[in-house]
């Protein structure tokens, strides 16, 4: 099962699952690359990220963040 996955760069050290609470999309925040990537539903499901480990951010806190590439 894992050889099914697409390898890609390492998680860095205070990586972060973010979403403003009264928004949809879910953000993947990596501070190496100081960019926020939104991650779909179907990533988060695929790539065995946890709901629960979700962390409230504001949209002032998220606008702030350059946005990167989606995670499909």
């Known amino acids: ?6 390898e890609g760069p390492p998680i860095s050290d205070g990586a972060l699952l ?4 009264g928004t949809d999309p879910v953000w993947f925040i ?3 690359l100081q960019q926020k990537r939104h991650i779909s539903d179907v990533a988060m499901d695929k790539y065995n990220f946890s709901w629960d ?3 409230a951010v504001s949209n002032f ?3 702030a ?3 990167g590439s989606d995670i499909l």
Not at 1 to 6: G, K
């Open 1 to 6: 099962m894992l050889d099914e996955i697409d």
């Open 18 to 21: 973010a979403k403003d609470p």
């Open 30 to 32: 990596d501070h190496s």
């Open 53 to 55: 480990r979700i962390e």
């Open 61 to 63: 806190v998220l606008d």
């Open 65 to 67: 963040i350059p946005t």
